[in-house]
């Protein structure tokens, strides 16, 4: 294939995308919804829309405008992508209230289940000629009393250095860069991967163009994303930014907080190594 065929494409990340979540969803969720409830939030909603259309005094050729982008939404199938990056960061604030432990951040629509099992110390799968800083990310996981978590899970999944996530981009190698770690007796895992490159909301896709038609970057800070589990415990669901890095202050998703940025330190021949300890609350 040539590059021009293996390029990521808007539409082809989008719909993985769409897959994706469609598998990850239980069934049903709508229909066990009372009336009061969806009346409640569908009200509220509309009143911000139409709160909006009158405050900007919207024309008819933008709401034609929008109707006809929402459609490409659609078909693009980037609802995944779009609702991430933009509405996702408040869910993820009001389920935060309610949590202890460490700090999570959102799911994001790049999250796959099922990847490499791995032992506590790991190398995520990668490619022989993976390019990147090669990183070794250590730490303990613990429970609210302070107490190692013998055998929780770390599924880690992360871009790599040009920014692409394995699944979503059809030239990446299945399950590149995402592993399933499980901590040992002391809750300490040692994994060994490379730094992620900053990710870019796809330019040739709707949520791209509306990017650029307001003027706003494209750009989410490099990441690593994991879900911490063990058995009894609330799962918490997260992310770990790099000091310094680019768009670290302005992430077009709005989900960097200051607890979940990671200060790697050189550890020789070129690699950085990073730790960081995760406290689990009791479900
Ligand atoms: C990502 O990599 C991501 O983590 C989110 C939340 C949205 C788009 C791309
Ligand atoms: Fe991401």
């Given amino acids: 294939m040539t590059r021009t065929e293996q390029s990521p494409t808007a539409a082809g990340s989008g719909a993985s995308a769409t897959q994706a ?17 969806v009346s409640a939030v569908v009200k509220a909603l509309l009143d911000g829309v139409h709160e909006a259309i009158r405050t900007e005094q919207v024309t008819y050729t933008e709401f034609q ?19 991430d990056v933009f ?15 460490s700090k999570g951040s959102i799911l994001g629509p790049y999250y ?10 790991a190398t995520l799968p990668m490619r022989p000629d993976e390019k990147g800083t090669p990183l070794v990310f250590a730490g303990q996981v613990r429970d609210a009393a302070g107490r ?4 929780a899970e770390l599924d880690l999944w992360h871009a790599d ?43 040739d896709g709707p949520t791209g163009k509306l990017l650029e038609a307001a ?6 800070p490099a990441h690593l994303h994991l879900i911490v589990r063990a058995p009894e415990h609330r799962p918490i669901t997260t992310q770990l930014y790099f000091e310094g890095g680019q768009w670290l202050d302005s992430d077009v998703a709005g989900a960097t907080k200051p607890e979940l940025v990671l200060n790697p330190q050189p550890h020789g021949d070129g690699w950085l190594r990073s730790e960081y300890d995760f406290v689990l609350e009791p479900e």
Avoid at 71 to 81: F, M, S, T
Avoid at 87 to 101: F, K, L, P
Wanted: aromatic share 8%; no cysteine; charged share 20%.
């Fill in 148 to 151: 190692p978590v013998s055998g």
């Fill in 112 to 121: 796959l289940p099922d990847q490499a099992k791995l032992p506590a110390e």
């Fill in 87 to 101: 509405v996702e960061h408040a869910v993820e604030d009001v389920a935060s209230r309610t949590q202890r432990g």
């Fill in 21 to 37: 979540f469609r598998a990850s969803q239980p069934q049903g969720t709508a229909e066990s919804t009372s009336p009061e409830r």
């Fill in 161 to 203: 250095d040009e920014g692409y996530y394995s699944g979503f981009a059809p030239h990446l190698p299945e399950g590149n860069l995402r592993g399933v770690v499980t901590a040992d007796e002391q809750g300490r895992f040692e994994v060994i991967t490379i730094q992620p490159a900053p990710y870019q909301i796809p330019t």
């Fill in 65 to 83: 405008a929008a109707k006809q982008w929402l459609i490409e939404v659609g078909e693009g199938g980037e609802w995944p992508l779009l609702l």
């Fill in 215 to 220: 003027g706003w970057h494209p750009w989410r």
